[in-house]
């Protein structure tokens, strides 16, 4: 679901000062996705696949009419958000195959709004500030390792951000000091593969274009996309 605040077109001032209007949205939220893939022994085959997902918005927003007093009119929607998956796998002994997917997807966005007010707008005697400030995270793993006999696994990491971070001033202001509408996002996508094993021979590595496959002769295999 969305966290929001939210002020509609509403007057202040008709009968006494209204010194601020103040609307803020916070939210932290963080998901976790876990899956664990092992096999072992002869002709072994197993697969996982962690996927964490994340939607919604996190916004404030107000279309005062009317007078504001001297500490003015703050917008402000701020949204820390963070989507976790991992999905490790292990392959030991014998002909062991198998494969773990991670998928991290952050579509989680933050608005803050000064909304449409009508013809007659309104008067702030101080500042007014629309601020929006996101930082979206989405972060996947696939850790591996393996040992002895010869044990195949496909290790495939997955992290998109698609969240927006938005200022937006639709109303009208008939005058204040100053006006400030800001936008600030960070947005990081994280996909990694980690490998370990312990082999008795030694490894061979073949490259091909958008394709990384290490293959461990009793041992280990690993693919990254």
């Known amino acids: 679901g969305n966290a929001s605040a939210t002020v509609g077109t509403v007057a202040f001032g008709a009968t006494g000062t209204v010194g601020r209007l103040d609307v803020q949205a916070t939210d932290n939220l963080t998901v976790d996705a876990f899956a664990l893939s092992i096999k072992g022994g002869a002709g072994a085959l197993s697969a996982a696949v962690a996927v964490a997902t994340l939607s919604g918005a996190t916004q404030a ?58 013809s007659s707008g309104v008067s702030s005697g101080g500042a007014v500030t629309v601020v929006a400030t996101g930082a979206n995270l ?29 200022a937006q001033l639709d109303g009208k202001i008939t005058s204040s000091p100053s006006v400030t509408v800001q936008a600030l996002g960070r947005n990081t996508a994280d996909a990694t593969v980690l490998m370990a094993n312990i082999a008795a021979f030694g490894k061979i590595a073949e490259r091909h274009p958008g394709l990384r496959l290490i293959v461990d002769h009793f041992g280990f295999a690993a693919m990254a996309l």
């Open 61 to 118: 927003s107000a279309a005062p009419t009317g007078a504001i007093g001297a500490s003015g009119i703050n917008i402000s929607a701020t949204g820390n958000h963070v989507v976790k998956s991992q999905a490790p796998n292990i392959a030991v002994g014998g002909l062991a195959l198998g494969g773990t997917v991670a998928v991290s997807s952050n579509g989680r966005s933050t608005f803050a709004t000064f909304a449409g007010n009508g």
């Open 138 to 166: 989405a972060w996947a793993r696939t850790p591996g390792g393996g040992g002895g006999g010869i044990s195949v696994s496909v290790l495939v990491p997955k992290a998109t951000v698609s969240g927006a971070t938005r």
